[in-house]
């Protein structure tokens, strides 16, 4: 399954998900701080979604009420 996402209230324009058996398979992601988000892409791939859910939602960017681990979250859960 490839989830396309536009998250909001982030410097992010978009996500591309691949998830399989609820397995994550790959994320590009496209504007937002480069080097973290290529960081956060690596080690999610092959995470269970409801694992990855688990550790990112509800954080916060800044004084910002979501980031994009956040939005990630928010993404993965389509895949549920």
Not at 3 to 25: A, H, K, L, N, W
Not at 34 to 39: A, S, V
Request: glycine share 12%; proline share 4%; with cysteine.
């Amino acid at each position: 399954m490839t989830i396309d996402y536009s998250p909001r209230g982030t410097c992010s324009r978009r996500f591309q998900i691949e998830v399989e058996e609820g397995v994550i398979r790959s994320v590009r992601v496209e504007g937002g701080c480069d080097g973290n988000l290529k960081g956060l892409s690596s080690l999610l791939k092959g995470m269970k979604v409801e694992d990855a859910i688990g550790r990112m939602e509800g954080i916060r960017c800044g004084m910002k009420p979501t980031s994009c681990p956040d939005q990630l979250a928010q993404a993965l859960k389509k895949a549920l």
